[in-house]
């Protein structure tokens, strides 16, 4: 028997709905953990729920990478040097005070942030552009800080301040450059952007190749290691201002989840339901590239992050940006520190590049989520 549907009515437009969390039989709610595999909407209580899971997978990873090394320390040990210095008083420096609050704590708090900065940066650079291979380092920005740092380097390579201040600068320039080219008469476009972010970034990988074949051979290999991920020089000083400009720029982008679930959809809808669509796309662009403009100057170009933990948040639970750009930051502190940990622990004394580890640790976690979609 051949059953006929309803043609749809034009008195009932279609719209964006996320369905409610259902019920289970007999009408009682489903339980509270459910919520966590759940595609639905973003409730304030989901949101409070999975990123209180993973603020809780994020703190026992960054406890974890203080607790492993080259050198081991015991979990006990661990716990006592980090309530001295947190809660106590330290009247002398030990053995322990020294290995894990001055070497690996900056460690692992650089890691948290550029995982949370990055992640984020990827978020709002595929909600604005609505292309699911949109990422930092395709609109050229880890190009120009890495040019920076490498003319830095080799400059002024005794200079603290040099790396970070140049690579800074060089996000910061072919931001405004790829900014000013994809400006047209009516405001940003989104394709425009995409074309000159590529067309820059293959121009400053070139010079790139450049500099690194005319470099002497001393600083060569700690280039080609930093360019892939290194966590392991960011100075005292440089780390404080790092972390400031990341919770600043993520307080931005988590304000603007609202405005880019309605540009998600199309930006003539967007401006009929009252968002100011050039605010909001020049703004994104903008945080999108102070947040990752600010890690590579520190850590070096860390790889797959921002396109990859994008992708997976919304495979678990779903578009909505209230809840991605949240998850998203505890996924990607989440996924730097381990990866870091590994670099740090799988050769050692050996280190490897954590952009390296994040890729072998991100790729095999993605394709397992996609067969499952």
Same mark, same amino acid.
Not at 71 to 94: D, K, Q, Y
Not at 200 to 228: D, E, K, N
Not at 328 to 334: E, T, W
């Given at each position: 028997?051949i ?7 034009l008195?009932r ?5 996320i369905?409610p969390p259902?019920r289970l039989e007999?009408g009682?709610?489903r339980p509270r953990?459910?919520?966590?595999f759940?595609r $639905?909407?973003a +409730?304030? *209580? ?7 899971v993973l603020g809780? !997978?994020?703190? /026992?990873v =960054?406890?974890?990478?203080?607790h ?8 006990a040990?661990?716990?006592?040097v980090?309530?001295?210095h947190?809660?106590g008083?330290?009247e ?9 609050w001055?070497i690996?704590?900056?460690?692992v ?5 550029a995982g949370a900065?990055?992640?984020i940066?990827g978020?709002?650079l595929q ?9 930092p380092?395709v609109l050229?920005?880890s190009g ?6 490498i ?8 200079v ?10 060089g996000?910061?320039?072919?931001t405004a450059l790829?900014?000013?080219m994809s400006?047209g008469r009516? $405001?940003?476009? +989104?394709? *425009?952007l995409v ?5 820059i970034?293959?121009? !400053?990988?070139? /010079?790139? =190749?450049l ?5 002497p051979?001393p600083?060569?290999r700690?280039l080609?290691f930093w ?14 201002l790092?972390?400031g400009?990341v919770v ?8 603007q989840?609202r405005p880019?679930?309605l540009l998600?959809?199309?930006e003539?809808e967007a ?14 662009y903008?945080v ?6 600010a890690i590579?100057?520190?850590a070096?170009a860390?790889?797959?992050?921002g396109l990859?933990?994008?992708h997976l948040?919304r495979?678990l ?13 505890l996924?990607?502190a989440?996924?730097? +520190? ?5 670099a740090r622990?799988?050769l050692?004394p ?5 952009? =390296?580890v994040t890729?072998m ?6 394709i397992a ?5």
């Amino acid at each position: 028997m051949i059953r006929r549907h309803p043609a749809p009515s034009l008195e009932r437009p279609q719209t964006l709905v996320i369905d409610p969390p259902t019920r289970l039989e007999g009408g009682s709610p489903r339980p509270r953990l459910r919520v966590l595999f759940e595609r $639905g909407p973003a +409730t304030p *209580r989901k949101v409070a729920l999975v990123c209180a899971v993973l603020g809780a !997978l994020a703190l /026992g990873v =960054a406890f974890l990478a203080l607790h492993l090394g080259s050198e081991p320390v015991p979990r006990a040990i661990v716990g006592r040097v980090l309530w001295a210095h947190l809660f106590g008083r330290v009247e002398e420096l030990t053995a322990a005070d020294v290995i894990i609050w001055r070497i690996r704590a900056p460690r692992v708090v650089l890691g948290l942030t550029a995982g949370a900065a990055l992640a984020i940066a990827g978020a709002l650079l595929q909600a604005l552009l609505r292309n699911p291979l949109a990422e930092p380092y395709v609109l050229g920005i880890s190009g120009g800080a890495a040019l920076g740092a490498i003319v830095a380097i080799v400059g002024w390579g005794d200079v603290l301040w040099a790396r970070p201040l140049l690579a800074f600068v060089g996000a910061a320039l072919t931001t405004a450059l790829v900014y000013a080219m994809s400006r047209g008469r009516t $405001g940003m476009a +989104t394709e *425009r952007l995409v074309l000159a972010g590529v067309i820059i970034a293959t121009l !400053l990988w070139s /010079g790139i =190749a450049l500099v690194l074949a005319l470099v002497p051979s001393p600083h060569l290999r700690g280039l080609v290691f930093w360019m892939m991920g290194d966590l392991s020089g960011v100075g005292d000083g440089v780390l404080p201002l790092v972390i400031g400009i990341v919770v600043a720029a993520s307080a931005v982008a988590y304000m603007q989840a609202r405005p880019l679930n309605l540009l998600m959809v199309g930006e003539e809808e967007a401006r009929v339901l009252g968002v100011e669509v050039e605010r909001v796309k020049t703004l994104a662009y903008f945080v999108a590239s102070l947040l990752a403009g600010a890690i590579v100057s520190v850590a070096g170009a860390i790889g797959f992050v921002g396109l990859v933990v994008p992708h997976l948040v919304r495979l678990l639970w779903g578009a909505d940006n209230r809840l991605v750009i949240p998850a998203a930051a505890l996924s990607g502190a989440i996924l730097v +520190t381990l990866a870091d940990t590994l670099a740090r622990t799988a050769l050692a004394p050996r280190e490897l590049p954590v952009g =390296a580890v994040t890729a072998m640790l991100g790729v095999p976690i993605f394709i397992a989520l996609l067969r499952r979609v």
